[in-house]
T-cell receptor
Framework: AQSVTQLDSHVSVSEGTPVLLRCNYS??????LFWYVQHPNKGLQLLLK??????LVKGINGFEAEFKKSETSFHLTKPSAHMSDAAEYFC???????????????FGKGTKLSVIP | DSGVTQTPKHLITATGQRVTLRCSPR?????VYWYQQSLDQGLQFLIQYYNGEERAKGNILERFSAQQFPDLHSELNLSSLELGDSALYFCASSVRTGDGFEQYFGPGTRLTVT
């Protein structure tokens, strides 16, 4: 089955230290992948997306992610965490709904990032 | 601000009632999606419309229905509400439907069923 798995439900880092949020996907083809962020009581905002171009994708606010087909991973990183990065992060895969013939986004369970001052 | 608007922001209603959630997509976006976010189920895709036509159905209950109007705004109708329907309902839009098109999310409607 095609799916996306976020390996950590909660990650805590100190301000100024690197951030690593892990995501693995399962798919019979190379899917499009996204990272979205949700701040408390807010909607979801697109951080970055991968659509089979460059494997290293740069997003907003200093985040980037690397697509590794051999590892079926799409981990999100940032060199230095800021207090404003505290939020929930969702790894998302675009999957083909065979019955409908259309692509839909399937969300991971989310990783809550806490940043300690 | 994503450009997607949703009304109302909050809704409190009783079991057995019916409510309508409204969504206006970003200017120029033809596709609208509805999602439900709850603590136990996470973010789940409910239904998609593209230029007025239903394109795909996800985990949408039979008590729920949606439509997209000629001006491209969409409404999600929830009927015979149960306590378990309490959740955050998001609308998203994209310029087209297909692989790789990112979706832009509205701020959500928080539904509380008492």
């Amino acid at each position: 089955a095609q799916s996306v798995t976020q390996l950590d439900s909660h990650v805590s880092v100190s301000e100024g230290t690197p951030v690593l949020l892990r995501c693995n996907y399962s798919s019979s083809y190379s899917p499009s992948l996204f990272w979205y962020v949700q701040h408390p009581n807010k909607g979801l905002q697109l951080l970055l997306k991968y659509t089979s171009a460059a494997t290293l994708v740069k997003g907003i606010n200093g985040f980037e992610a690397e697509f590794k087909k051999s590892e079926t991973s799409f981990h999100l990183t940032k060199p230095s965490a800021h207090m404003s990065d505290a939020a929930e992060y969702f790894c998302v895969v675009s999957l083909l709904y065979s019955g409908a013939g259309s692509y839909q986004l399937t969300f991971g369970k989310g990783t809550k990032l806490s940043v300690i001052p | 601000d994503s450009g997607v608007t949703q009304t109302p922001k909050h809704l409190i209603t009783a079991t057995g009632q019916r409510v309508t959630l409204r969504c206006s997509p970003r200017s120029g976006d033809l596709s609208v999606y509805w999602y439900q976010q709850s603590l136990d189920q996470g973010l789940q895709f409910l239904i998609q419309y593209y230029n007025g036509e239903e394109r795909a159905k996800g985990n949408i209950l039979e008590r729920f229905s949606a439509q997209q109007f000629p001006d491209l705004h969409s409404e999600l109708n929830l009927s015979s509400l149960e306590l378990g329907d309490s959740a955050l309902y998001f609308c998203a839009s994209s310029v087209r439907t297909g692989d790789g098109f990112e979706q832009y999310f509205g701020p959500g409607t928080r539904l509380t069923v008492t």
